[in-house]
């Protein structure tokens, strides 16, 4: 894995003490960390428990909340801060080369990075962010007459989009790479957060088996097999 960065490098990741929409980051930020010893990678939490209390004050102090006043917020060396998980996910895959290579079937990089953005969009914004907001929302997963019944619908149809579009791949990861790009950590978590809220979320289990194969390739890299023990 190359990297466009050199130097020792300090990164400050900031977000609530649970998983929320920030996990992906974590994964990368974990495998970044494992691989380039040059880069100084700790997690400092904003605690859910004193949100009340702690969280007024922190908001509207930008060193801690940022430029858009909430989290996750990423510091790089101390001197910039970052926001928004999409920027920070897609930031840290450009400096650290995680958008993958050239192959034989696409030999343009643009493009290369077009498919990449389109998988990691689909799944923060139509998985990820669909089943926070479902849990947010306490949909009711029993009732399939409830008109908010159909966001469990459409995570099942985007997992099995994705699953689809793995299954073209002639290795574990997207459009043919031999090692994870951006999009296949954001799948990763999509799936895992997808199966850890609800089974009536997944698509049929044949409509899953890219999906899984993707799960046990990331879960045997070091790092991320540090992270989950």
Not at 47 to 68: C, N, Q, R, V, Y
Not at 144 to 149: D, F, G, K
Not at 190 to 212: G, M, S, T, W
């Amino acid at each position: 894995m190359s990297t466009k960065t050199s130097g020792n490098i300090k990164l400050r990741l900031h977000y609530w003490n649970c998983r929320g929409r920030v996990q992906t980051v974590r994964y990368m930020l974990e495998d970044i960390a494992y691989t380039h010893k040059n880069v100084d990678y700790k997690e400092d939490f904003e605690l859910l428990e004193k949100m009340t209390e702690l969280w007024p004050k922190h908001k509207a102090d930008e060193t801690i909340s940022g430029p858009f006043h909430n989290l996750p917020v990423l510091h790089w060396n101390d001197t910039d801060t970052f926001a928004q998980t999409l920027a920070l996910g897609q930031l840290l895959a450009r400096k650290f080369d995680l958008y993958g290579k050239l192959t034989s079937s696409i030999d343009d990089e643009d493009l290369l990075h077009g498919y990449i953005d389109g998988v990691v969009s689909c799944a923060y914004t139509d998985v990820i962010s669909t089943v926070l907001i479902s849990i947010w929302s306490s949909v009711n997963i029993a009732d399939e007459n409830n008109p908010s019944y159909r966001l469990v619908k459409k995570t099942a149809n985007d997992l099995k989009a994705l699953n689809n579009l793995l299954k073209k791949s002639s290795t574990s990861f997207y459009y043919d790479q031999p090692e994870p790009t951006i999009a296949d950590y954001f799948v990763f978590e999509a799936f895992l957060l997808a199966r850890d809220y609800h089974e009536k979320v997944l698509p049929n289990e044949e409509d899953c088996q890219a999906l899984i194969k993707l799960e046990q390739a990331m879960k045997k890299r070091p790092a991320l097999a540090n992270y989950f023990n």
